[in-house]
């Protein structure tokens, strides 16, 4: 498209293209003036701004009135006459080039899907709003939807996809003009809300949001609810940015959806992420590959007897920097990572090691470690383990592992094969920390287990709690009546193994007895505590005794 105009400005030709572009004749546009179509050249001068335009390509907008507009692409050109100078102007429309770089950052900033937001999108909005020195208050909300795996999984992706377009509808229909809504991925959303920072307005806003999603969609007849979860983070309080935001609202919602909640503030004393715990990861397996663990072990006293044949191996880290890293801290850490096969193996080892040792030095005690419940599901776990076995030439009843109640609230099936491969391999399982999870009698009867081990928390204050002593009673009358040892642990005070023992509790372990002890240490402990006359185990297991063989662990009553 050309236009040639004078030095003043003033169109002088125009061919067709141009003519087409401009929506005039000829003999219309020769009586007007550039500017007329581009104010932005005639504001800065006319002819001195034509002039500096030569050989150059900038991007302006025609006006053509009534609202129309059409961005176009201009270069320039001199040209010297008779009569002064004239300038030749080439017009690009960009109509087209704009509309595909519009579906571009649309899609770039979009959720194909939903059509929200994307996860880009949303960090670059926080980032925008959290560099405004005018933003005194918002919050970011992580948003999970609950039922999507199962939808999907049992009703295809198609059921799921919709279940994710209804959520964003209406989702988006609170959020109008309150602030922006993304899709993270999967069935997280999240959204900037722009507040005033006030606890109550935030938990208004979480409440309507769970109403929006009340109401079943219908997913060819079949209706289909959708539960919500979120996480809060308050700017500037829990970050000054979007990177930390939007992580430690991710950090809370997974706190809501582990304490079964509807929703969480970021609490950063509850933060599992923290620089220091990333770090100890880091080091933890550098500590694992060389060898710079160690157990110490908590001996399990027979209350009738007061003699000691079987101790709990418990991991220890001495770390450089911040000295003993207690087991509180240690296990969360690890409990989610593919470190847990690598420390589980090299606790088994070395107890198996500690075990043969003793053996060396006259004392034959069984040694029980604890399993993550995640083993359970670990179809490879029984192999390993019997491996090891045969490597320290071991008797599979020395060896006891604890599992929490909560193995069982995984895939039960998955769980019920492994703990039978274990105790083909005739090592024991024991449930430890019994009455604070949830165990089906029939879980009980089918893993074979061989004892229950009762939780400190019900021992705890025994004396004056008649609710814990109907408990501590139950578990017994329970344990015994399935043939199984019962275990207390947590044991303080002189009362509470008097009464304990007078109860019919097959063994007590705690601080009244024993701290655990480094290896060394417990050897003369135990030696001391039995006597002589104290090695009932290492009868037991050279006679065969059925008993031994029965309890696996060596609990015997």
Same mark, same amino acid.
């Given at each position: 498209?050309?236009?040639?105009?004078?030095?003043?400005?003033?169109?002088?030709?125009?061919?067709?293209?141009?003519?087409?572009?401009?929506?005039?004749?000829?003999?219309?546009?020769?009586? !007007?003036?550039?500017?007329?179509?581009?104010?932005?050249?005639? *504001?800065?001068?006319?002819?001195?701004?034509?002039?500096?335009?030569?050989?150059?390509?900038?991007?302006?907008?025609?006006? /053509?009135?009534?609202?129309?507009?059409? %961005?176009?692409?201009?270069?320039?050109?001199?040209?010297?006459?008779?009569?002064?100078?004239?300038?030749?102007?080439?017009?690009?429309?960009?109509?087209?080039?704009?509309?595909?770089?519009?579906?571009?950052?649309?899609?770039?900033?979009?959720?194909?899907?939903?059509?929200?937001?994307?996860?880009?999108?949303?960090?670059?909005?926080?980032?925008?709003?959290?560099?405004?020195?005018?933003?005194?208050?918002?919050?970011?909300?992580?948003?999970?939807?609950?039922?999507?795996?199962?939808?999907?999984?049992?009703?295809?992706?198609?059921?799921?996809?919709?279940?994710?377009?209804?959520?964003?509808?209406?989702?988006?229909?609170?959020?109008?003009?309150?602030?922006?809504?993304?899709?993270?991925?999967?069935?997280? #959303?999240?959204?900037?809300?722009?507040?005033?920072?006030? !606890? @109550?307005?935030?938990?208004?806003?979480?409440?309507?949001?769970?109403?929006?999603?009340?109401?079943?969609?219908?997913?060819?007849?079949?209706?289909?609810?959708?539960?919500?979860?979120?996480?809060?983070?308050?700017?500037?309080?829990?970050?000054?940015? *979007?990177?930390?935001?939007?992580?430690?609202?991710?950090?809370?919602?997974?706190?809501?959806?582990?304490?079964?909640?509807?929703?969480? #503030?970021?609490?950063?004393?509850?933060?599992?992420?923290?620089?220091?715990?990333?770090?100890?990861?880091?080091?933890?397996?550098?500590?694992?590959?060389?060898?710079?663990?160690?157990?110490?072990?908590?001996?399990?006293?027979?209350?009738?007897?007061?003699?000691?044949?079987?101790?709990?191996?418990?991991?220890?880290?001495?770390?450089?920097?911040?000295?003993?890293?207690?087991?509180?801290?240690?296990?969360?850490?690890?409990? %989610?990572?593919?470190?847990?096969?690598?420390?589980?193996?090299?606790?088994?080892?070395?107890?198996?090691?500690?075990?043969?040792?003793?053996?060396?030095?006259?004392?034959?005690?069984?040694?029980?470690?604890?399993?993550?419940?995640?083993? /359970?599901?670990? #179809?490879?776990?029984?192999?390993?383990?019997?491996?090891?076995?045969?490597?320290?030439?071991?008797?599979?009843?020395?060896?006891?592992?604890?599992?929490?109640?909560?193995?069982?609230?995984?895939?039960?099936?998955?769980?019920?094969?492994?703990?039978?491969?274990?105790?083909?391999?005739?090592?024991?399982?024991?449930?430890?920390?019994?009455?604070?999870?949830?165990?089906?009698?029939?879980?009980?009867?089918?893993?074979?287990?061989?004892?229950?081990?009762?939780?400190?928390?019900?021992?705890?204050?025994?004396?004056?709690?008649?609710?814990?002593?109907?408990?501590? @009673?139950?578990?017994?009358?329970?344990?015994? *009546?399935?043939?199984?040892?019962?275990?207390?642990?947590?044991?303080?005070?002189?009362?509470?193994?008097?009464?304990?023992?007078?109860?019919?509790?097959?063994?007590?372990?705690?601080?009244?007895?024993?701290?655990?002890?480094? *290896?060394?240490?417990?050897?003369?402990?135990?030696?001391?505590?039995?006597?002589?006359?104290?090695?009932?185990?290492?009868?037991?297991?050279?006679?065969?005794?059925?008993?031994?063989? !029965?309890?696996?662990?060596?609990?015997?009553?």
């Amino acid at each position: 498209d050309l236009l040639c105009v004078d030095q003043s400005g003033a169109i002088v030709s125009a061919n067709i293209a141009a003519q087409s572009m401009l929506d005039s004749h000829v003999d219309q546009l020769r009586s !007007r003036n550039i500017s007329a179509f581009l104010p932005d050249i005639g *504001a800065i001068g006319g002819p001195g701004e034509l002039a500096a335009m030569n050989g150059r390509i900038l991007e302006r907008t025609i006006h /053509l009135g009534d609202d129309r507009s059409i %961005p176009v692409e201009i270069s320039t050109t001199v040209a010297e006459h008779d009569e002064g100078r004239h300038f030749t102007l080439i017009l690009r429309d960009l109509r087209e080039r704009k509309k595909q770089e519009a579906a571009l950052l649309h899609q770039a900033t979009h959720d194909s899907l939903t059509g929200l937001l994307n996860r880009l999108a949303l960090f670059e909005e926080v980032d925008r709003l959290a560099k405004n020195p005018d933003t005194r208050a918002m919050a970011v909300l992580s948003l999970n939807l609950s039922r999507f795996k199962a939808v999907n999984d049992t009703l295809g992706h198609a059921a799921g996809d919709a279940m994710l377009c209804y959520a964003a509808w209406r989702l988006s229909a609170v959020m109008e003009g309150h602030g922006a809504l993304a899709r993270m991925d999967g069935d997280g #959303f999240a959204i900037l809300a722009r507040c005033d920072g006030n !606890r @109550e307005h935030l938990l208004q806003l979480v409440h309507s949001l769970g109403e929006s999603l009340r109401r079943p969609f219908d997913f060819e007849g079949i209706p289909i609810g959708v539960g919500l979860t979120v996480g809060i983070a308050c700017f500037p309080k829990d970050g000054t940015d *979007a990177v930390t935001l939007i992580k430690n609202a991710g950090i809370a919602v997974q706190r809501a959806k582990t304490f079964s909640e509807d929703f969480s #503030f970021y609490d950063p004393d509850a933060d599992q992420h923290s620089v220091r715990r990333l770090a100890l990861l880091g080091e933890l397996q550098a500590a694992i590959d060389s060898d710079s663990l160690e157990l110490h072990y908590q001996p399990k006293v027979a209350l009738r007897t007061g003699k000691v044949d079987n101790v709990e191996a418990l991991l220890r880290w001495s770390h450089p920097v911040h000295g003993s890293v207690s087991p509180a801290e240690m296990i969360p850490l690890i409990e %989610p990572t593919e470190m847990l096969r690598p420390l589980t193996d090299w606790t088994i080892r070395r107890a198996l090691e500690q075990n043969c040792a003793w053996a060396k030095q006259g004392l034959h005690v069984g040694i029980a470690v604890n399993l993550s419940a995640r083993l /359970l599901q670990d #179809f490879a776990f029984p192999d390993r383990l019997a491996a090891l076995l045969a490597a320290h030439d071991v008797m599979p009843c020395m060896l006891e592992l604890e599992i929490t109640e909560s193995a069982m609230l995984m895939d039960v099936g998955r769980a019920l094969h492994v703990g039978r491969r274990i105790r083909d391999l005739g090592v024991s399982l024991s449930i430890d920390d019994y009455g604070t999870g949830f165990s089906s009698l029939s879980y009980l009867r089918d893993l074979s287990v061989s004892a229950l081990k009762l939780d400190r928390t019900f021992v705890d204050d025994l004396e004056n709690s008649p609710g814990n002593r109907f408990i501590v @009673e139950s578990t017994l009358k329970l344990a015994h *009546a399935l043939n199984l040892v019962a275990v207390a642990e947590g044991v303080s005070t002189q009362w509470q193994t008097d009464y304990l023992r007078n109860l019919g509790y097959d063994f007590g372990q705690g601080y009244f007895f024993s701290r655990p002890l480094d *290896a060394a240490a417990c050897l003369q402990w135990i030696m001391a505590r039995n006597g002589q006359k104290g090695d009932v185990r290492a009868h037991e297991i050279a006679s065969g005794s059925e008993s031994a063989m !029965r309890s696996g662990s060596a609990l015997t009553r």
